[in-house]
């Protein structure tokens, strides 16, 4: 179960970088156009850009997934050497 929940955690950050990258772009996308004097994208560009937030999100999540198992891990092999 642990390894799984290390996997899940690492499997999260991955997801989160990408999308955070996805939304690096939509931002830059929609912010080019403001400083070039280009007609403004549409909302939808607009929205796109909360991608951002989202992975950072999903990847922090996945970091705190890890932390976790790795935690339990840990605690796990404590008792097992105590107890033996």
Do not use: K
Request: proline share 5%; charged share 20%; glycine share 8%.
């Amino acid at each position: 179960m642990t390894r799984q929940s290390r996997d899940a955690g690492e499997t999260l950050v991955r997801v989160g970088g990408v999308v955070f990258v996805l939304g690096t772009l939509a931002t830059i996308a929609t912010m080019v156009p403001l400083f070039l004097d280009l007609p403004r994208l549409p909302s939808i560009a607009w929205g796109l850009s909360m991608l951002m937030p989202l992975g950072l999100l999903v990847a922090l999540t996945g970091l705190f997934t890890t932390a976790r198992a790795e935690s339990r891990r840990r605690r796990a092999a404590r008792e097992a050497a105590a107890n033996a």
